[in-house]
């Protein structure tokens, strides 16, 4: 059984910055491509970011490119969302995503494997 853990979540100002880790077990970890979603308050799940396999292939929504990066190690079976320049719109619960196709995507769909989410709050 595959399981997924965020952690790292919590309250930042306006401008600051977290890092979210998503920690894998269950199966090898360099098998999935794995991504980041997100969801506020009476809204729908949005896509922020993905890593292939190897770790040499990201992808990010427009709303996060500049700001936002995700890394993994493979060695640790964890993947990694360093969030800079935080805004208040950022706010949400912060979803960590498995899949074990070979090229990454940003369809919640195309994922088998989710984490049960981590709350990150930036504040004015």
């Known amino acids: 059984q595959v399981q997924l853990v965020e952690s790292g979540g919590g309250s930042v100002q306006d401008g600051g910055s977290l890092r979210l880790s998503c920690a894998v077990s269950g199966r090898t970890f360099s098998v999935y491509a794995m991504a980041w979603f997100r969801q506020a308050p009476g809204k729908e799940r949005k896509y922020v970011g993905a890593?292939?396999?190897?770790?040499?292939?990201?992808d990010y929504a427009d709303f996060v490119k500049g700001r936002f990066t995700v890394s993994r190690d493979n060695a640790k079976n964890t993947m990694y969302l360093q969030m800079d320049s935080l805004k208040p719109e950022d706010t949400a619960v912060y979803y960590c995503?498995?899949?074990?196709?070979?090229?990454?995507?940003?369809?919640?769909?195309?994922?088998?494997?989710w984490g049960p989410g981590t709350q990150v709050t930036v504040s004015s």
């Open positions: 995503a498995a899949d074990t196709a070979t090229y990454i995507s940003n369809v919640p769909s195309r994922y088998d494997y």
């Open positions: 890593i292939n396999r190897n770790g040499d292939v990201t």
